[in-house]
């Protein structure tokens, strides 16, 4: 079989015929003038940046970059072009229509005879599905250590739950089982007044323990983001008058009065009903739990613009300055203690922050240590309407 040799005078044409029906973009730059312009670009580059050869040679092929010249994938293309050595290469490019796409760049070097770099030759291929791709499994995976460190703070924090859970319902009940052996014991000997003592001690630790369950659901919902509201028109003063009549006893054994001040024509408040009653118990309960033996509680309702404003009002020791940036804390235990030995989670106005702010309202504290404290909500108020007279 004979073998049929190309003559040199064949040869360029037959390489020009090849870079023509190649897929991926060939770009050919003169390094022997002065800013390496390009001296040929094939048809498959003109379809991937849109630009014609006429437009693009005599050009440095800077001009894909848009004027990002400070690209990780540059600084390979200059260091290749500097050293005179091969290299790969991600570009960010724009076509002639604007629009971006990401551009792998091989390069490689034609050297004269004595060893200079005469050409660079760019292969060119659009890679914008891969590194697409790349970044959203990138961003993917940034997300899923976020959700995991989110899990475990979660989990962090549901432990500290537990354990204070665990930790504050102990004593109590070891209190409930003494008083019901005693109880026992005494059945059928035991005088009326003594079986009405014992049975009022049982109710009060009843409500200790009912109220740590309550706090630590209601942390939990918080810390979840499980709590949903539905906001509509609320009458405060009402709940208010409920939330105070279930305090009456504890108020009652610390001979604390207490006083619920409404002004006329009150606008209704819109708020969340399972909210606010958490709120309004947690505030009234501290101030019960924090006021002195024989001193007042008093839930204050005023209106204020466009806001309706709740203010418990105690007699107690008050807060200090120090103290008052960490008040709304997770888990914060004052130096202030209750007056009648009771106990406290430190989750209470931790909870009443978040249903407030969950329900577009605000919550402070005014406090002057030795005068007591004044814990103050103001919820978005319900417009009134305007009613107009009939026409005659």
Known sequence: METTTLKSTQRPRLAEAIFENLNEGVTVADCTLPDAPLIYVNRAFERLTGFSADEVLGRNCRFLHRGESEQPGLELVRKSLREGLP?????????????????????????AEGGEVHYFIGIQRDVSDRVNTEEALWRLNEDLIDVNRNLNSANQRLGELLYVAAHDIKSPLTSIMLSLELLQ?????????????QI??????????????VEMLEARQVEAGRAELRQEPID??????????????????????????????????????????AVLDNLISNAVKYSPVGGTVTVRLSRRDRRVRLAVEDQGSGISAEEMPKLFGRF???????????????????????????????????STPGKGS???????????????????
């Open 332 to 366: 914060v235990k004052l130096s202030t203690q209750p007056t009648g030995g009771e106990h406290s989670t430190g989750l209470g106005l931790y909870i009443v922050k978040k249903f407030v702010e969950m329900m577009k309202g605000r919550v402070w504290c005014e």
């Open 200 to 213: 009022g001690h049982l109710r009060i630790i009843s409500q200790h323990i009912r109220d740590i369950v």
């Open 374 to 392: 004044t814990f103050v909500v103001e919820l978005p108020r319900v417009a009134q309407r305007v009613r107009r007279g009939r026409r005659k």
């Open 185 to 197: 014991d005494k059945v059928g000997t035991m005088r009326p007044a003594e079986q009405k003592r």
């Open 236 to 277: 405060l003063a009402l709940k208010a008058k409920i939330v105070m009549r279930f305090y009456r006893d504890p108020a009652r054994a610390k001979r604390i009065t207490l006083k619920l001040i409404v002004p006329r024509s009150l606008p209704k408040a819109r708020a969340d009903r399972n909210s606010v009653l």
């Open 87 to 111: 290299c790969t290469a991600v570009l960010r490019n724009y076509r002639k229509d604007g629009t971006l796409f990401y551009n792998e760049l091989h390069l490689s070097p034609i050297r």
